[in-house]
């Protein structure tokens, strides 16, 4: 992950690669749907504190990554000090160079309006150049989300939409939008994965507080540990399995080809 996260969000990027590692292992398999050349200019959108990036880098590609979040890139630059990492914003990013494909993992579902994400992409890709990407599509952490609210109601408050930070597209949906920039799309698929939480029965307490704290963001800090308690409540029966946390995750992935130049 590889994160274009929203102004809310606060990325804690040691965090992120001590107990959110499954984010870029599951992200493995998609580097064999990029198939990297030798040589190729990529780009990593979203590439978080760099393991994905670096994978590619060793197929020989010549890659870049870029983050949103300064500490990510920072952390990034540290791991692979060899590899170019760079701060930029996935829906406002331009390079004087083309590249061969833009390559992104668990990014694409913090970065709004998708509009804006994918004219970036097909500014920076060739003609026939490639898009891979995988991200959170939709149905994905329904169940999370749904406990959220119910635990923010019981305390009085409303799930407020302006706070959400995600953008779950259908396939149908996410594919027109690559039409109309001029993509052909090659392959889309929408799969539930449900995901183990590192952590054991701390893991969901851990996710919550690094990845939807903008959605808690309007309650108190003992309200908020009232909240989670009340979350942890509503899900134990149904996500909790062998002393983990399994999210209800759903798996949007994407292969396009950039046809038309854009303007
Ligand atoms: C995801 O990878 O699907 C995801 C991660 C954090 C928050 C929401 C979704």
Redesign the pocket.
């Known amino acids: 992950?590889n994160t274009q996260y929203n102004s809310k969000a606060r990325w804690n990027a040691n965090l992120y690669e001590s107990k959110h590692s499954f984010?870029w292992q599951y992200g493995t398999d998609l580097i064999n749907l990029l198939s990297p050349q030798k040589g190729e200019k990529i780009l990593d959108l979203g590439c978080g504190t760099g393991q994905l990036t670096d994978k590619i880098a060793a197929t020989g590609a010549d890659i870049v990554g870029i983050d949103r979040s300064p500490a990510m890139i920072a952390k990034a630059k540290e791991n692979y000090p060899k590899i170019q990492f760079i701060v930029a914003d996935g829906a406002h990013f331009s390079f004087p160079e083309k590249f061969d494909a833009i390559f992104s993992n668990?990014a694409l579902?913090?970065i709004k309006p998708p509009e804006a994400a994918i004219a970036c992409i097909g500014q920076a890709l060739k003609s026939e150049g490639r898009f891979i990407a995988e991200?959170?599509g939709k149905g994905?952490?329904e169940q999370i989300i749904a406990a959220i609210d119910i635990a923010l109601n019981k305390s009085g408050y409303q799930l407020q939409s302006e706070l959400n930070?995600?953008y779950?597209p259908s396939i149908g949906e996410y594919t027109i939008l690559l039409e109309r920039q001029g993509f052909e799309v090659t392959y889309a698929t929408l799969v539930a994965r449900p995901?183990k939480l590192n952590g054991g029965e701390m893991g969901l307490r851990n996710?919550l507080e690094?990845?939807?704290s903008s959605l808690l963001s309007i309650v108190s800090p003992s309200t908020k540990v009232d909240i989670m308690t009340e979350i942890e409540k509503q899900l134990k029966s149904i996500l909790y399995r062998d002393g983990s946390w399994v999210?209800d995750?759903?798996?949007i992935r994407v292969i396009a080809t950039k046809k038309i130049t854009s303007q």
């Open positions: 992950m984010v668990a579902h913090w991200f959170g994905n952490v930070p995600w779950f995901t996710w690094m990845f939807a999210a995750y759903k798996r």
